[in-house]
């Protein structure tokens, strides 16, 4: 069976850290190393993590967690490396879920997971943010093109392919980079962790539209365009469907304010309305059915919100990298 090595990168976790690494050393599978690299905490996180992990590694100066990621990587002597966010519980047997996996599929590069349906957060935005996640992910096939940062493993060999470039979504642009180079993603549906990241209204609008600014670049990079429709996806973790329903949004949007004025507009606003809501009608309905009917409710009109707030991320993020594109030539080479 393979050596893990299991790399937490983490900043000012010292009441998470703990839960975090103690899930590890429960683990089933017990040929393993943990390895934590602190990203200048100015907390007791690194003494908290000393008691559990075989070394722990104190950046010089604060970084981005695509750089604190990198060097517990390089750091790792395991035959597969496993990366675990500082805000998630992984079960008993996670790590021979992928020690397992990998044995069994020497084609395999690197295996990635989800969110588990559980978040300890019994907040609105949290339960929402949490549920979204993993009713997305659990649409995907067997094999996909990126990686999620909260649970992936891979295999030493590709971990020069990740790129310290991209400050957050490094995780997908590492994915991008291995499987644009022929090698195999598998995404395993049973490979669930339990994710304790809090939301308010303010961090999930700030928190979905700063991702899709980012993932625009990386769309760009690898040609995100010709990935649509292979295997009836959309692009790494987004849906067809997730990604017309964002297009959707802010033409109904633009429509319902013209009614105002024209009314002629209506009928077309009523009709890209109703395919907006038919290609979200499942998703709210795994909600309403989660967590119920005024749940539910409320989540079809914050789903329209959250596409108008990632549809405005990535045309910024789209404008400022063509903008880029076009001064700087050599600049979108060396990143993602």
Known sequence: ??????????????????MCLKAIRESVYRDYEIIVIDDCSDDQTPSVAKKYANQVMILPKRSAQAYARNVGMHAAKGEIIVNIDSDVLIRPDTLTK????????PDVIAVTGLLSKDNPNKDFFSQY??????YIFNKLPETVTFLYGSIFAVRREVISLHSIMV??????????????????IAFLKDLEVVHFKKYDFISFVRNDFKIPFI????????????????????FAHSSKEQLLSVTLAPAILLLLFGALFWSSLIPF??????????????????????????????????TFLDNIVMISGILCGLLVNI????????LNDKRA
């Open 1 to 18: 069976m393979p050596h893990l090595s299991v790399i937490v990168p983490v900043y000012n976790r010292e009441k998470m850290i703990e």
């Open 98 to 105: 992928i020690a397992d996996y990998f044995m069994k599929h």
């Open 129 to 134: 943010k949490n549920l979204y996640m993993n």
């Open 167 to 184: 400050e957050i979504v490094d995780d997908t642009a590492f994915g991008q980079r291995i499987a644009s180079s022929g090698k195999k």
């Open 215 to 234: 993932w625009s670049n990386i769309f760009l990079k690898y040609k995100g365009w010709k990935q649509i429709g292979r295997q009836g996806t959309g």
């Open 269 to 302: 606003a009523s009709v890209l309305s109703l395919i907006w809501f038919l290609l979200n009608f499942h998703f709210i309905r795994f909600l309403t059915k989660e967590r119920g009917f005024v749940f539910g409710l409320l989540s079809v009109f914050i």
């Open 323 to 330: 903008i880029q594109l076009i001064r700087y030539p050599d």
